[in-house]
């Protein structure tokens, strides 16, 4: 049973009727079972991930997503929350410092989502809803969980940009 899993997560079938068992899908945490019953309207609904654009790491990960979703490109409207005109009460009042702190994304029903979860979101609107699915997962969570606050409690040391963000905006440095 778990060989077939194993290799139902690996290639993203777990859609399939064959991957999962009815009985092994009622174990699945409600994050993930919920995940894979998704219903497609035919109103284009974005999901809408906010990120700091002055984060190396952070825009690597959007340019891979924006180009995992370049036949798609309505799919996820990437807001640059480092840009002046930022404004939290357009995106479900995410303030700056809230965007700052931790990942946001908001979902096709208007929901946000935050840490690990907004990124089984984007992962899941790009076409790696396997990703997703795994990050979810109940023996993998608490592990990206952590991972996930240790990464955000110090990015901006990570990145270099520790002293210019101690004012909580951070500005692109002019030399």
């Given at each position: 049973?778990f060989?077939?899993?194993r290799i139902c997560l690996a290639?993203?079938?777990?859609r399939l009727?064959g991957?999962?068992s ?8 409600p994050?993930?079972?919920d995940h ?10 974005a999901?809408r ?15 891979f ?9 309505e799919?996820?409207n990437f ?9 939290g ?6 303030t700056?410092?809230m965007?700052?702190d931790?990942m946001?994304?908001i979902?096709e029903?208007d ?10 979101v984007?992962?899941g ?5 396997w990703l997703g699915?795994?990050?979810m ?5 608490p592990?990206?969980?952590k991972?996930y606050a240790?990464f ?16 909580r905006?951070?500005?692109k440095?002019?030399k």
């Open positions: 049973m060989s077939k899993v290639s993203g079938l777990v009727p991957c999962v009815s009985r092994a899908a009622r174990g699945l945490t994050a993930l079972r894979q019953h998704r219903t497609f309207s035919t109103e284009p609904a999901v991930v906010l990120y700091d654009g002055l984060c190396p790491i952070c825009v690597t990960e959007i340019r997503l924006q180009f995992l979703q370049k036949n798609q490109p799919k996820v807001i640059d929350i480092s840009l002046p005109g930022y404004d009460a357009k995106y479900k009042d995410v700056y410092e965007a700052m931790e946001h994304a979902d029903k929901e946000v989502h935050r840490g690990v979860p907004a990124f089984s984007m992962y609107a790009v076409g790696l809803g699915r795994f990050m997962w109940s023996p993998v969570r592990f990206m969980d991972s240790i955000a409690r110090n990015r901006l040391k990570w990145t270099g940009r520790g002293d210019e963000c101690t004012t905006r951070c500005e440095k002019t």
